[in-house]
């Protein structure tokens, strides 16, 4: 076995930490929101190359007639393509590039695509978005507690609750658009995270009868040191490409990619110090007696369950 490292005395303070983001998260939440996409709420989007103009804060003076605009520059730095967001109605969609036209005429403006998306679409596919990830924490849920024990079920659920809550508040904090494309990252990283946290709780399964341990503090401290370099190893290798396409893309793939980044550290770090803690803290009065199936003394009257 290697060395012990005992990640043990870290599960306290990294909980305050991560209790502490993620009620940064919350204000930002409440103060400023989420930055919604053209999936998730009605309104147009268009693509539009305007030659002439200024920059961002220019083209978005040309459309201050509009309410609820939103405008940001895509493809090359160079490039004089912009993607325009508004909240307006299908019937409506013109009044975007009847704005562009009259500021910088009709020659200069041509509209690359154009999306629309009503309210009634918005509100489901939310909905559709919501049970889409609470069905798969409950069939990962089930899956843990059949493999190993409801302990260990529960404790790589929080850590996936936590990781979610991370990339909320991330996204929050950074505005980039939430849209089908970024909820795609927060999926991936549930099913990232809740294999890195399997492979743990399966070497502490294997530990068990291997080792001569007097809390379950220590026989954590043994599987978190046994699997630490494959848990960097595999977020690092998953990052190069992660971060490729964060450089050599835009648009929603770069969103993608940012929040994926944030997920993949977070997971790492989750699996090692919020799904441990959290099992470590079930298991506190623990003795190797008690065998993998509990995590607390049965109250009988003759000697613990085995």
Same mark, same amino acid.
């Given at each position: 076995?290697?060395?012990?490292?005992?990640?043990?005395?870290?599960?306290?303070? #990294?909980?305050?930490?991560? #209790?502490?983001? &993620? +009620?940064?998260?919350?204000?930002?939440?409440?103060?400023?929101?989420?930055?919604?996409?053209?999936?998730?709420?009605?309104?147009?989007?268009?693509?539009?190359?305007?030659?002439? +103009?200024?920059?961002? /804060?220019?083209?978005?003076?040309?459309?201050?007639?509009?309410?609820?605009?939103?405008?940001?520059?895509?493809?090359?730095?160079?490039?004089?393509?912009? =993607?325009?967001?508004?909240?307006?109605?299908?019937? /409506?969609?013109?009044?975007?590039?009847?704005?562009?036209? @009259?500021?910088?005429? /009709? +020659?200069?403006?041509?509209?690359?695509?154009?999306?629309?998306?009503?309210?009634?679409?918005?509100?489901?596919?939310?909905? =559709?978005?919501?049970?889409?990830?609470?069905?798969?924490?409950?069939?990962?849920?089930?899956?843990?507690?059949?493999?190993?024990?409801?302990?260990?079920?529960?404790?790589?659920?929080?850590?996936?609750?936590?990781?979610? #809550?991370?990339?909320?508040?991330?996204?929050?904090?950074? =505005? &980039? /658009?939430?849209?089908?494309?970024?909820?795609?990252?927060?999926?991936?990283?549930?099913?990232?995270?809740?294999?890195?946290?399997?492979?743990?709780?399966?070497?502490?399964?294997?530990?068990?009868? %291997?080792?001569?341990?007097?809390?379950?503090?220590?026989?954590?401290? =043994?599987?978190?040191?046994?699997?630490?370099?494959?848990?960097? *190893?595999?977020?690092?290798?998953? %990052?190069? +490409?992660?971060?490729?396409?964060?450089?050599?893309?835009?648009?929603?793939?770069?969103?993608?990619?940012?929040?994926?980044?944030?997920?993949?550290?977070?997971? #790492?770090?989750?699996?090692?110090?919020?799904?441990?803690?959290?099992?470590?803290?079930?298991?506190?009065?623990?003795?190797?007696?008690?065998? *993998?199936?509990?995590?607390?003394?049965? @109250?009988?009257?003759?000697?613990?369950?085995?």
């Amino acid at each position: 076995m290697k060395k012990r490292i005992t990640f043990s005395n870290g599960f306290l303070p #990294c909980a305050i930490l991560s #209790c502490l983001i &993620i +009620a940064s998260g919350v204000f930002s939440f409440v103060t400023r929101g989420i930055n919604l996409g053209i999936d998730f709420k009605p309104g147009a989007i268009e693509e539009v190359t305007i030659k002439g +103009a200024a920059g961002i /804060e220019d083209v978005r003076d040309a459309l201050s007639a509009i309410g609820g605009v939103s405008v940001k520059k895509i493809g090359a730095v160079s490039a004089d393509t912009y =993607q325009i967001r508004a909240g307006v109605e299908e019937s /409506e969609g013109d009044k975007i590039t009847k704005a562009l036209v @009259k500021k910088y005429g /009709e +020659a200069n403006v041509d509209v690359l695509k154009t999306d629309f998306i009503g309210s009634s679409m918005s509100s489901s596919l939310a909905r =559709q978005s919501i049970f889409l990830l609470l069905g798969t924490m409950l069939l990962i849920w089930l899956y843990a507690t059949v493999r190993f024990h409801w302990d260990f079920a529960l404790g790589a659920i929080v850590a996936l609750i936590h990781d979610i #809550c991370i990339m909320v508040t991330f996204i929050s904090w950074s =505005q &980039i /658009e939430f849209s089908t494309t970024t909820l795609a990252a927060v999926l991936t990283i549930v099913g990232y995270s809740i294999n890195a946290t399997v492979v743990i709780l399966d070497r502490v399964r294997y530990n068990l009868p %291997l080792m001569e341990v007097k809390n379950f503090k220590e026989l954590l401290d =043994q599987s978190l040191s046994d699997t630490l370099a494959r848990s960097i *190893i595999t977020t690092v290798t998953t %990052l190069f +490409a992660v971060m490729a396409l964060y450089i050599f893309t835009t648009g929603s793939i770069k969103d993608f990619a940012l929040a994926m980044t944030v997920g993949l550290l977070s997971g #790492c770090y989750s699996s090692i110090f919020i799904s441990s803690g959290f099992i470590n803290f079930t298991r506190r009065d623990w003795k190797p007696e008690y065998g *993998i199936h509990h995590a607390m003394p049965k @109250k009988t009257a003759g000697a613990p369950a085995l």
